[in-house]
């Protein structure tokens, strides 16, 4: 098992940035996939970014891809969420995961944060 505890997020205005950190521990060694995933009030858990720690392959939804940067320190077991160029549409719950494989699902992992609050104002 895997915990997870995710900071950083808050307030921002439209344009603005935000960095949230993902801190693992545990049996992280048996975990290849690290990533976040978000989820606006009433609406679906969706799929933001993730990597793969074994090689740094990073992916990212089409509605972040250019503005999020997902990056991980091995040594110290923690995953980074540079946000960029925030939307108000941006405005979630975000959530850390950690899995063995990379999947853009939600369903593909079992390791779950508690959610940090990102509101972005217009």
């Known amino acids: 098992q895997v915990q997870l505890v995710e900071s950083g997020g808050g307030l921002a205005q439209a344009g603005g940035s935000l960095k949230l950190s993902c801190a693992a521990s545990g049996r992280t060694v048996n975990y290849n996939a690290m990533g976040w995933f978000r989820q606006a009030p009433g609406k679906e858990r969706e799929f933001v970014a993730t990597?793969?720690?074994?090689?740094?392959?990073?992916y990212y939804s089409d509605s972040v891809k250019g503005r999020f940067t997902i990056s991980r320190d091995s040594a110290k077991n923690t995953v980074y969420l540079q946000m960029n160029s925030l939307k108000p549409e941006d405005t979630a719950v975000y959530y850390c995961v950690a899995g063995r494989i990379v999947v853009l699902v939600p369903g593909g992992y079992t390791n779950w944060g508690q959610g940090t609050q990102v509101t972005v104002s217009s």
């Open positions: 990597i793969r720690r074994s090689d740094g392959s990073t």
